[in-house]
């Protein structure tokens, strides 16, 4: 496939290389003029800033921009290119529609990526949408050749996918940087928790999370959830969320297991 | 040193093997036939289930039972052993001072322990305390056999220790357990986060986690922090852990860079 990424940043940098044999890049857009060049440099395509100068013939266009450009970019993209073409946005959180076009798609691999650390796609989980049954065949048969992990995924069950990306990313995140606050406050170094967070992340691989919960709220251990708050008592906002989690853990139990989120 | 190691749970297990050769198991205690027989068979030492039959001239006793019941075996214990022996518990969570001997010590060894799985003790933080300075070498110098990373800590910090590893752990994992109900609601297998959950927990590994944090909280885009909140009004408990996790973001950026707790 003859492939248009518009958009030089992180996806579009670790995506490129994972290409293969199968699809070529034709060429490189980029509003920027010096990640334009880099990407095209390193891929050996010719590249532009200007969307009127993108090729209008190739078979898929990636679109991997911003959220709050995609719109207009993609307008802007689709008025003048082949209406046979596919088009796809990578934006987890973006419905589909946002593309008006025939062959509108989502190709979605669902990591963080950075520019500077070439990331294994076979391991990462893409989501594809195709608007046209052909949109679809072809973005499924692209996503299947760079992951060992494809799933079709309507827009509207994406939006959740993308609020449980937050939760157990994001907030997990934010749990570690609570910690390493509480830590670095009584001169303990964030790494000593390393192994911990690496065992807790590790033990999901195999076991339900539901079930691989520990702490005191799941032993409903009343005196240490108290005993916590209080040494928290410095930090309201801190207290208010060691409280609301120890409630979320306790809910999560009281009812039966693994409760869905109806 | 000679050891007795009082209780015969996970920690006791896992702990036993990674004595290695400068340290010899003399007896096993449990309260239980059964698990005093396993480890004593397995370390090829005698066993007992009798307190008042521990061997009273061992060099260090290890005191590895579940924190209810700490403060009732550490007195009945040293009311017969050798006030020059060293005796130590494992708890995170209990103080110092729930045993009472000139010799008292804390060997709190950072990580989750099972049965079944033998962990690398090399990689697991040993938190170190004692009440005298010959308990607290003696006891540095068995930590250091048995792993790279060793800590004195005093009583009051580990309390803290102890609360940070409560969210980097038990919150985080109720984040991956929020997230699966998520998924699973709309027929997303939880697997596909795994990629995401380990990058997440690799990052912090060569990045603060304050450093890493992303999402919509951290970029101000109250847009989709709305939109995310309204998907979960079905699940009230879910959708207040959202408000409050944000809030807690935003909070986090809002002072300055790595505030502490103060």
Sequence with gaps: MRIVLIGAGNL????????????????VWSRTEASAQALGHRLECPFTTELSQVVTDADIYIISV??????????????????????????GSM???????????????????SRDKQVDFWDIPIFVEGHSPWANKVLMELAYDLSQSVYPLSSEDRRYLHVAAVFA???????YDLSSR????????????LPLIEETARKVHTLHPHDA??????????NVMERHADMLADNPD?????????????SAFASNDKPTNQ
């Design 12 to 27: 579009a940098t670790n995506l490129a290389p994972a290409l293969g044999s199968n699809h070529r890049v034709v060429q």
């Design 182 to 193: 509480l830590l670095e406050a009584h001169g303990i170094p964030f790494s000593v928790m």
């Design 238 to 250: 801190m207290q208010a969320l060691y409280r609301t989690m120890s409630q979320s853990i306790i």
């Design 169 to 175: 990313c994001n907030f997990a995140n934010h749990c």
């Design 213 to 222: 919960q520990t702490g005191p709220a799941v032993r409903h251990d009343h």
């Design 66 to 91: 911003v959220d709050s450009a995609l719109s207009d970019i993609a307008r802007t993209l689709t008025e003048h290119i082949s209406q046979d073409a596919i088009v796809a946005h990578t934006a």
């Design 95 to 113: 419905p589909m529609s946002v593309i008006c076009h025939p062959n509108a798609g989502v190709f979605y691999p669902m990591q963080t990526f």
